[in-house]
């Protein structure tokens, strides 16, 4: 016989324990990406027809390189939150959710900092 109550069983488990931290940064980073996005498609367009000379020219702006690297780091870090929810929901092994989890953060890091180190060699003249 249990006589634990539904709330005795419900404490400290699912979304109560720390969701809310995962769903404010999903939504700050989708508001961060929308801002970026917008800018990068402007500033693509206002661009277009410059060729590679000005197109290089325009990513080693120091303004212009801080900025595609918060869009990339964005971007990343919006996409991996949003592989562990969907992996979180729908793998069933727990060991299985658990290593691929590791394995989308791994690659977000992996992507964002070789697409940084590509802005970075841009702008230095590398």
Do not use: C
């Amino acid at each position: 016989m249990n006589l634990r109550t539904p709330v005795k069983e419900a404490r400290g488990l699912g979304s109560a324990k720390g969701g809310t931290h995962h769903w404010l940064m999903q939504r700050v980073s989708a508001i961060a990406l929308l801002l970026l996005v917008l800018w990068f498609a402007f500033s693509i367009a206002i661009n277009a027809g410059g060729g590679y000379e000005a197109a290089r020219a325009w990513i080693a702006s120091p303004i212009t390189a801080g900025a595609v690297i918060l869009l990339l780091a964005a971007a990343f870090y919006h996409a991996q939150l949003g592989l562990q929810v969907v992996l979180e929901d729908y793998v069933g092994n727990k060991a299985v959710q658990l290593a691929a989890v590791i394995a989308v953060k791994f690659l977000a890091v992996i992507l964002a900092l070789t697409g940084i180190l590509a802005v970075l060699s841009i702008a230095f003249g590398g």
